[in-house]
């Protein structure tokens, strides 16, 4: 779907990490070339091959890669040069953990990152799937990612742990080269708190604290003054209200800068209007958008400004016809040659290996709940298989996607289980344990959806293999890695000993994402 908007709310619900888009698939409108053009995309998880299928019916297929986005963005700037118009290219954060490309790598990052340092991006921001292993953020550094952009990934509220110094840089100003354009630009992480996950090796600073920061209140009144925008890329939920607060510390200098906000995280297609001349923009998830936001300069220091919206399917002959491209005239070499280091690295890595032939499709949420619990893990991680006096439990925040019928390959069992969490134990528990454990888990959020707004009904909890177990039966219970330390937090409350609980590695070495393969070889037909 392609639409368009100048100004309107729009808000679309969904279930957990799923992007629920009504309507059918549209004509593509092309774009409109204004004083200031922003190409954004955010919460890739690196899906940069594309084939997001979670859409609307009737949706073109998104063929499209980081390749394409790379043409799209080339060929929009040769467009916007002829009419005298810069156009700017963002990435909001949460480029890791999703498919193959990226969670095959302990560090989750070291095959992805070279290739997305071939993508010209203008600005980019850090999201929270970057900030859940010291090994990730060690990566980022030890690689240079974060210097080869040049003073361009931001991170204006998140700091190394041990030097207490910014992870990139804290703002940046864009001067577009056609037009001098300039925009003030910052990149926030939402209030992550070190109990949501959070690695050690770094620390948020809140962003009610960062706005009082001098350095932030230098950058509003030196470079906020000088330039025409400010632009924002935050991490965090359209509807934060963080981001009123920040664009409410921004009008206390610059009353009447127009202010264009990125968000991200909760993987929706979303939009409002936060003051007459402030604007928040989502644009999907999983590279199943590409989002353009434009508008006009303001001649007066009063007046509402018109904020012009788009979201763009990324398939290839849509993002062509977007910008009055035939499909041949839309390719450039640099796009090419991206694309083609994509699938060459998805090739060596193995992840189009055929595991099995899935006869139904399994939707992310209850259903696929159901067959990860009743079928996969009992079968697979149970030892022996099915074994009555085992048990297990996870926050079913991490499985992230659809297992579609056809054929299952390596990378489909990464979209589904990316993380590679390994197993813990707590042997000879007794069933009136598990069952008060499971209401205590249950009586918050799981972690992966802290941090987001409480308004949305995300329909995520802890589940196990069995809720009810016999309350004096004796079980080994086990868990994924990830969900250690907040189970066993609410183990040794629920048992309310003086000596706390530790749960031991469980099958050393062994994943959840290999569980799924391996219960995908073993159960499924073979291949279609």
């Known amino acids: 779907v392609s639409t368009q908007s100048t100004g309107a709310l729009r808000s679309i619900p969904m279930l957990l990490l799923v992007l629920l888009v009504f309507g059918c698939g549209v004509e593509s409108v092309a774009i409109d070339f204004k004083d200031v053009n922003v190409i954004a995309v955010t ?38 040069k002829a009419e005298g118009k810069d156009v700017f290219l963002v990435d909001n954060g949460d480029v890791v953990d999703g498919t193959g490309l990226s969670n095959t790598d302990p560090d989750h990052c070291s095959s992805l990152l070279p290739l997305l340092r071939q993508v010209p991006f203008d600005a980019l921001n850090c999201g929270n799937h970057e900030l859940y292993s010291n090994l990730t953020m060690e990566a980022f550094n030890r690689t240079g990612y974060i210097r080869s952009w040049n003073g361009r990934y931001l991170t204006s509220n998140l700091l190394n742990a041990t030097t207490q110094t910014a992870l990139g840089s804290r703002y940046t100003v864009l001067t577009g080269p056609v037009s001098g354009v300039k925009l003030l630009t910052f990149g926030f992480m939402y209030n992550m708190q070190q109990s949501e996950g959070r690695c050690a090796a770094v620390d948020v600073v809140t962003v009610e604290d960062t706005i009082k920061s001098p350095w932030f209140l230098q950058a509003l009144k030196v470079q906020g003054v000088a330039v025409d925008a400010v632009l924002i890329l935050a991490h965090m939920d359209w509807q934060e209200p963080l981001l009123t607060t920040m664009v409410s510390a921004i009008r206390a200098v610059l009353p009447s800068k127009p202010v264009l906000i990125i968000a991200g995280h909760s993987h929706l297609r979303a939009e409002g209007s936060i003051d007459p001349r402030a604007y928040v923009f989502e644009p999907g998830n999983y590279f199943n958008t590409v989002g353009w936001a434009s508008f006009s300069l303001p001649t007066t220091s009063s007046g509402a400004i018109t904020f012009s919206t788009q979201d763009i399917d990324t398939n290839q002959a849509t993002l062509a016809s977007t910008l009055n491209l035939t499909s041949q ?11 083609t280091a994509i699938q060459t690295t998805r090739q060596t ?27 996969v893990v009992p079968s697979t991680l149970f030892e022996p298989p099915n074994n009555r006096s085992n048990w297990f439990v996870a926050s079913t925040t991490g499985l992230r996607y659809d297992l579609y019928a056809g054929n299952f390959t390596v990378d489909d069992a990464f979209k589904i289980l990316p993380f590679q969490d390994t197993f813990f134990v707590v042997r000879s528990l007794d069933g009136s344990t598990l069952i008060r454990l499971l209401k205590v888990l249950n009586s918050q959020p799981p972690p992966l959806l802290r941090g987001l707004p409480t308004s949305v009904n995300y329909e995520a909890v802890y589940a196990s293999t069995d809720p009810t177990p016999s309350k004096t039966q004796l079980f080994d219970a086990m868990w994924p890695s990830f969900d250690n330390p907040f189970v066993t937090e609410a183990l040794n409350k629920v048992l309310g000993s003086t000596v706390p609980v530790v749960a031991r590695t469980f099958r050393a070495g062994y994943t959840d994402t290999a569980m799924v393969m391996d219960w995908a070889s073993k159960h499924l037909a073979p291949t279609c």
């Not at 006869?359 to 259903?367: A, E, L, M």
Request: glycine share 12%; with cysteine.
């Open 349 to 375: 890595k193995g992840l189009t290996k055929v595991l099995g032939c899935s006869s139904q499709t399994y939707p992310n949420g209850p259903v696929l709940v159901e067959l990860y619990m009743k079928h």
């Open 329 to 339: 005239q839309f390719p450039t070499p640099l796009g090419d040659s991206l694309t």
């Open 43 to 80: 919460d890739v998880h690196s899906w940069i091959n594309g084939g997001d299928r979670q859409l609307a019916p009737g949706s073109p297929f998104p063929d499209a890669t980081f390749g394409d986005l790379t043409s799209f963005t080339q060929r929009a700037r040769d467009l916007g």
